[in-house]
């Protein structure tokens, strides 16, 4: 659990400092916050990476 909230802190810190990175990052990330059953981390990423329609 505390590699999920590290990696989604880690990302944050990432999209804020160098957004190009996280975009690059976001599919990997929310991938193995999912997989961690960490649901508003997996969302929080998708949906600060993909555009609102």
Same mark, same amino acid.
């Given at each position: 659990? !505390?590699?999920?909230?590290? &990696?989604?802190?880690?990302?944050?810190?990432?999209?804020?400092?160098?957004?190009? !990175? &996280?975009? !690059?990052? &976001?599919?990997?990330? &929310? !991938?193995?916050?999912?997989?961690?059953?960490?649901?508003?981390?997996?969302?929080?990423?998708?949906?600060?990476?993909?555009?609102?329609?």
């Amino acid at each position: 659990m !505390g590699t999920a909230r590290n &990696a989604h802190a880690a990302w944050r810190s990432l999209a804020w400092e160098d957004a190009e !990175g &996280a975009v !690059g990052l &976001a599919e990997k990330v &929310a !991938g193995m916050l999912e997989q961690f059953g960490e649901d508003w981390r997996t969302r929080d990423v998708l949906t600060w990476w993909m555009p609102t329609p």
